[in-house]
């Protein structure tokens, strides 16, 4: 009687414990052999751990890449460029590794290489070295030679014109960094044919606020007074960048609104410059409305516009009251005022001060009007 008791207890509990078992019912079966290696697959609550790559790897990838490129293996360097970029996916602390470690100036000797020999056969090839270059920068002066070699120049326009929106926005990036390193590449840049035209396409046809803002970047070094910005703003203004840079100020954000009102600056050195601007309903409205209101620098910009088209305006219009009389009308008058009151640089400062003296004969005309006017209420321009 007491086996039989202790039988049907201990039974019991076995049920019990078959019930409670975690494990009870899996089909372990089910379970592939790659699941199992994949510790990812079996618990997502543990993260892998990536392993960062190291200065030797990346130095026995870049001695690869060197041997390829002169051997003009294709293939070869194609796949170790991809371990590259697969570096830069994992961690910005891998990009900082890649980086550091004279892989910029690696890459620089294969686009040039490539770009020498092909830029049609090798175009795709050109594309990826850009991806990844865009984080590389600043390169040693072997890298800047070499990316800015007339053969890489040409490609890097090629690529303007002719790639897809990923690979001009790479293209222009690159530009861009190359440009703020050695700004004297705008004597080989201006004789390439077709710059001009991708440059201001990428500000017509945004692709993405980066691109804009790297374009624009380049176009103010290419415009920056020279002895060949000379000869380039008048094609600019020509290509309509005057219009697109007055619509972009309307509503662009903080740094493109700088940039642009940098170009716009540059712009309005030359005669055919502030002859477009004269034309532009909307030149003296945005110029106003950005002084204080975006940046010291976008305020900098704005006040040496003003001042250029001012000064400019009765030998290049035979009549510079309508230019005042448009600036008093959108606010110029008391914005200045402000300027001067919470202060800024002596330069500015000057050019402020001239600016109303320049408009204090007309504003009993026309009495004080509100700056704060909206950009609907303006009739735009139709080029």
């Not at 602390?93 to 770009?115: E, H, P, W």
Request: aromatic share 6%.
């Amino acid at each position: 009687m007491t086996l039989c008791s202790w039988r049907r207890r201990r039974g019991s509990r076995g049920d019990d414990n078959e019930s409670s078992n975690p494990l009870n019912g899996k089909n372990f079966d089910s379970v592939s052999l790659d699941s199992m290696k994949d510790p990812i697959m079996l618990s997502t609550a543990i993260p892998t751990l990536v392993v960062p790559a190291t200065p030797n790897e990346v130095s026995e990838i870049c001695s690869q890449i060197v041997v390829a490129t002169h051997c003009g293996d294709h293939k070869r360097c194609k796949e170790l460029l991809g371990k590259i970029k697969a570096w830069g996916r994992e961690s910005e602390c891998n990009k900082r590794c890649v980086a550091n470690n004279g892989t910029g100036c690696v890459l620089s000797d294969m686009f040039y290489s490539f770009a020498s020999v092909s830029i049609e056969k090798h175009v795709d090839m050109l594309g990826e070295i850009l991806s990844v270059l865009t984080w590389m920068f600043p390169l040693g002066e072997e890298g800047q030679s070499k990316l800015g070699s007339p053969a890489s120049l040409n490609s890097m326009v090629w690529v303007l014109k002719n790639g897809d929106p990923s690979a001009r926005q790479n293209a222009v990036l690159v530009l861009k960094k190359l440009l703020s390193l050695n700004q004297r590449l705008v004597d080989t840049l201006s004789e390439i044919e077709g710059i001009i035209e991708a440059l201001v396409n990428i500000i017509r046809e945004p692709i993405c606020p980066k691109a804009t803002k790297s374009s624009l970047t380049s176009i103010y070094y290419m415009i920056s007074p020279s002895s060949v910005s000379v000869a380039l703003t008048p094609r600019f203004v020509e290509l309509g960048l005057v219009w697109y840079i007055t619509e972009l100020l309307v509503d662009a954000e903080k740094g493109i609104c700088e940039r642009a009102l940098g170009v716009f600056a540059h712009i309005c050195d030359c005669k055919e410059g502030r002859e477009e601007a004269y034309k532009n309903a909307l030149t003296m409205p945005v110029l106003v409305k950005k002084m204080l209101r975006i940046s010291e620098m976008a305020t900098e910009f704005a006040v040496c516009t003003l001042w250029k088209l001012f000064k400019n305006a009765k030998r290049d219009e035979d009549d510079d009251e309508n230019v005042l009389v448009e600036a008093l009308q959108a606010g110029a008058f008391q914005k200045l005022l402000v300027l001067l009151q919470v202060g800024c640089d002596e330069t500015v400062k000057e050019k402020a001060t001239e600016l109303l003296k320049l408009l204090n004969p007309y504003r009993e005309k026309l009495g004080c009007v509100d700056s704060s006017m909206d950009f609907k209420s303006i009739g735009r321009s139709i080029q």
